[in-house]
Nanobody, 115 residues
Framework: QVQLVESGGGLVQPGGSLRLSCSVSRSIFGFYVMSWYRQAPGKQRELVAT???????NYADSVKGRFTISRDNGKNTLYLQMNNLRPEETAVYYC?????????WGQGTQVTVSS
């Protein structure tokens, strides 16, 4: 079983920055795609960013130019650097990884953007 633990969430003012981390319990070399999702209160979970094992990155249109997804294979960790945050981006942010055996989720970390 794969365990994912997100961290780095918190309260930030509009225009501020946060870096989320997702620590994975085993080597991440085998995951062909790793992603960040978010879910705001009363809304569906949405895809924020993905990165493949070939290092191809894709972003939701709303975060392009402000968010950066990255992975550190040596540390088995996925990151999401978020800059210029907006109040409407208040949500629980989830890490997701996929391999041929399954689709795995973390428990989420709360990000609150408010003055």
């Amino acid at each position: 079983q794969v365990q994912l633990v997100e961290s780095g969430g918190g309260l930030v003012q509009p225009g501020g920055s946060l870096r989320l981390s997702c620590s994975v319990s085993r080597s991440i070399f085998g995951f062909y795609v790793m992603s960040w999702y978010r879910q705001a209160p009363g809304k569906q979970r949405e895809l924020v960013a993905t990165i493949t094992n070939g290092d191809t990155r894709n972003y939701a249109d709303s975060v392009k130019g402000r968010f950066t997804i990255s992975r550190d294979n040596g540390k088995n960790t996925l990151y999401l650097q978020m800059n210029n945050l907006r109040p409407e981006e208040t949500a629980v942010y989830y890490c997701n990884v996929r391999d041929t055996m399954g689709n795995y989720w973390g428990q989420g970390t709360q990000v609150t953007v408010s003055s």
